[in-house]
């Protein structure tokens, strides 16, 4: 018992030791170095399920969920045998097209079961208006009359949710992000749409009519951590919906990132959302960005986007 | 009057030996790893992405034969001035491209179908070289550890590797691109490209086996030297060279904004599937 116990003092000592003791290097230029590959890949959701409580789970419970979410993914390759009739569900990707990772979010040491931090009951907090507005959208989506109606994802104008954010959210799959920097800007190449976000440094907001894509960012580095703001959304960017979370937020809304990096192989991702036209309070979000195996390939969606013919044909097809 | 004429003589003589020693000792100011600072935002000023050889100006893009010589293309007559295209000096280097007489061919039958064919009109990813002399500006962004292009065509981008991965595992639009510095020439070897991108907009064209090898060497703090020679034995008799010049913007131009044209090719690629459809001119080709 003596024994298991000073084990554990070593073990922990070992980490404190290693967390003080590595520094994050620094660029030529004096910028923290944050380059490199990154994957914010989890199973942990933005918004915590119904049926959990705690923000943080022990480990075994972490592994029961785990493994709840893998067998659920392995349930979608069990494809009945034999024909489907017309009219059914022809379903979509199998689990081949699919990496939304396999582990829960561990920050801090704590395993975590929903991204969203604050509220403490990691729900989106939005207010009626907010609410509104999403079920409004997704209203919308019930038809494919047109294709501005359609998500951004499918019309290959962004990645899907809000994979490019801000915040920047795991989706359904290419959860990677490529981080340049030069001597001031901070670029983050979103796998999903081949996005680059070129974040100024030291700037000012830019005003005016031009909303850009993954909105305004500027930012500045606060010791090791680099802190940007962004806002001044492109209005289509309200509404971002995936299969893992359903963002809906106005164009003057501001986000504020925080990315510090905490080892060779981590980047703690925090952000807060501030936007009080369609939330009750700011809410806030913590993740690890991780350090992602392999490189970025192209993502050339729109050259290939069979899908938004074939959603717009088959509407009209029952038309 | 001949005492003038070699006053005249002299000052040129004098001028041009004074500039001469004046470019070659001009050293570019340091960047990251002491190589030349590229940084910055970059956009080409000349007629190459129209036609990258030598070209007089046209009527439009889309032609169709009229009473008395070419006239615009209905799909195209709207635009008047605003559609025709001024001349353009080229920028190959000798005596235009060396196609084999195939592909001669099928580049001017792709000229004259520019319309439905060239990538650009329905917003596809440029390719390598195209993506450079595009009238739109890109942003070099680079530090001794990594090298990356932004452009602002489509929201592109290329990673360019500063460490060879090896051959690049699938072909893509923009392919697979390693760097080096050579002295203070920054040199980029682009393979892996497929065969669906083109050149320009006068229907020049490659194949997948083409291999680019550009050449940017900073001549002044606000210009560069931009060379690329392409290599493609299906479609070419020998390899050959592009040269331009590459100006940096300053100022508040020095802005990479976003052409995330996809939105603005949508009723083009997907009018004909809305519920109401709009009234249109059909192609005629």
Known sequence: MIRAAALLLVLLLARVTSAEEWSPPRLAFGDPDLQGTWTNATITPLERPDEIEALVVPPEEGHRIEKLVADLYAAVDDVPAGKLEAGEDVGGYNTFWMDPGKRLAVVRGEIRTSIITDPPDGELPYSLRGRAQLVKRFWRLRKADDPETRLLGERCLVGFGSSGGPPMLPVLYNNNYQIVQSPGFVTILVEMNHNARIIRLGAQHRQGPIRPWLGDSVGRFEGQTLVVETTHFHPAQSFRVSLTHAVYMSTDAKVVERFTRLSAKEILYEFSVEDLENYRQIWKGEMPLLAAEGRIFEYACHEGNYSLTNILAGERAKD | ?285
């Open chain 2, 1 to 285: 009057m001949r005492r003038t004429l070699f006053a005249l003589l002299a000052v040129t003589a004098l001028s041009a030996a004074a500039r001469a020693p004046a470019e070659s000792a001009w050293v570019a100011p340091r960047g990251p790893g002491g190589k030349p600072d590229v940084n910055g935002t970059w956009q080409v000023m000349n007629r190459a992405n129209d036609g990258l050889e030598t070209h007089a100006a046209r009527a439009a893009r889309a032609l169709r034969d009229g009473p008395h010589g070419p006239v615009p293309a209905k799909e195209v007559l709207a635009l008047g001035a605003v559609g025709a295209v001024p001349a353009g000096l080229g920028v190959v280097v000798g005596d235009g491209i060396p196609y084999q007489a195939w592909a001669r061919k099928k580049q001017t039958e792709n000229q004259a179908h520019w319309l439905s064919r060239d990538p650009e009109v329905k917003c596809y990813l440029p390719g390598i070289p195209r993506a450079t002399y595009l009238p739109y500006p890109f942003q070099i962004l680079y530090n001794e550890d990594a090298l990356f292009f932004a452009y602002e065509y489509a929201g592109a981008v290329r990673n360019i590797h500063l460490t060879d991965p090896g051959p690049a595992p699938i072909d893509s639009w923009m392919g697979q691109s390693v760097g080096k510095w050579e002295g203070d020439t920054l040199v980029i070897e682009t393979t892996g490209q497929h065969d669906q991108s083109w050149l320009d907009r006068a229907g020049n064209f490659h194949s997948e086996a083409l291999r680019v090898v550009e050449r940017l060497t900073p001549t002044s703090p606000l210009t560069m030297r931009y060379e690329a020679t392409l290599e493609d034995a299906k479609v070419y008799t020998r390899p050959w060279t592009i040269r331009m010049t590459l100006y940096r913007l300053v100022g508040d131009d020095a802005q990479l904004q976003q052409f995330n044209c996809v939105e603005f090719v949508e009723e083009l690629i997907y009018g004909h599937l809305r519920k109401q459809p709009l009234d249109r001119i059909e192609s005629s080709e």
